[in-house]
């Protein structure tokens, strides 16, 4: 079995090294202690989300939630080059949190939702913050399942005059529509920078936010010859542009 992962805050693990203990407490040693009963002589993985992880032997296990870690080895990631970053429009139920979740696993590293004139779902005050706060909680959850040390960053949500103005500063930026001629499999990529991805609701991107985002530089690309949900499209164009770009090289 593969050895479980436990999150803490960032900057927690930037001045470890090799032989030090850490000690891992609230929430996440609770999960450790109480939940996964974990023992000394244990490995463990942690990682601060932000790009340090560590992995280690549980040296010992006090009350219900504290856990103190040895240190084996320590491991920092750079920024990936060039940025991902995926528009996502709401969509309906819980397929949001199955786009997060996804894209997460598969590698991205940015998510902001976006309030698409077609979408079904919007959010709005209290409901709002709680939908925000599970797109959240999923990108946490999948970066801990997937074994990410640097977690996807899920943005406010944004309009389409907002949305339009990240287009215009991104190296590469593009919509994921129907009425694309040139394939994503095939569109010209810088070698850094950001790449922003917008996809669309149920309902399709209107075409007055085509305009807008074609305005802002963005071209209307193809994914493939079926067509996919909104809650799938972002993680299979994904996994393109990561292919196309060396990262999961």
Same mark, same amino acid.
């Given at each position: ?12 693990? #930037?001045?470890?090294?090799? +032989? ?7 929430? @996440? ?6 939940? %996964? *009963? ?22 010992? !296990? ?5 856990? #103190?870690?040895? !240190? ?6 750079? @920024?990936? *080059?060039?940025?991902?970053? $995926? ?19 598969? +590698?991205? #590293?940015?998510?902001?939702? &976006? ?7 919007? &959010? ?16 946490? @959850?999948?970066?801990?399942?997937? *074994? ?7 943005? @406010? ?24 001629? $040139? ?8 070698? #850094?920078?950001?790449?922003?991805? $917008? ?29 996919? %949900?909104?809650?799938?499209? +972002?993680?299979?164009?994904?996994? $393109? ?6 990262? &999961?090289?």
């Amino acid at each position: 079995m593969t050895a479980p992962v436990f999150v803490t805050d960032p900057g927690r693990l #930037d001045a470890l090294a090799p +032989g030090d203990t850490f000690v891992l407490e609230g929430p @996440e040693g609770r999960h450790a202690v109480s939940v %996964r *009963r974990l023992r000394a002589g244990e490995e463990v993985v942690l990682t601060d989300g932000a790009g340090t992880g560590a992995t280690g032997t549980v040296a010992a !296990v006090s009350g219900k939630d504290r856990m #103190d870690v040895t !240190v084996v080895t320590v491991r920092s990631a750079p @920024e990936p *080059r060039p940025r991902i970053t $995926v528009v996502q429009a709401l969509p309906k139920g819980d397929r949001g949190e199955l786009a997060v979740e996804t894209m997460t696993e598969t +590698g991205v #590293d940015a998510v902001v939702p &976006w309030t698409a004139s077609r979408c079904v779902t919007q &959010w709005k005050g209290e409901r709002g913050l709680k939908s925000l706060g599970k797109w959240r909680a999923t990108a946490r @959850e999948a970066g801990k399942q997937s *074994r990410r040390v640097r977690f996807p960053e899920v943005a @406010e949500p944004a309009s389409t005059r907002e949305v339009a103005r990240l287009l215009e500063g991104a190296a590469f930026a593009g919509v994921l529509h129907e009425s694309g001629e $040139v394939p994503l499999a095939t569109a010209p990529l810088p070698v #850094d920078g950001d790449l922003v991805l $917008v996809v669309g609701p149920e309902g399709g991107v209107s075409p007055e936010e085509l305009r807008a985002f074609e305005a802002a530089g963005a071209v209307p690309y193809k994914l493939g010859p079926t067509v996919l %949900r909104t809650s799938t499209a +972002g993680t299979a164009a994904v996994a $393109v542009l990561l292919a196309r770009t060396g990262r &999961w090289g």
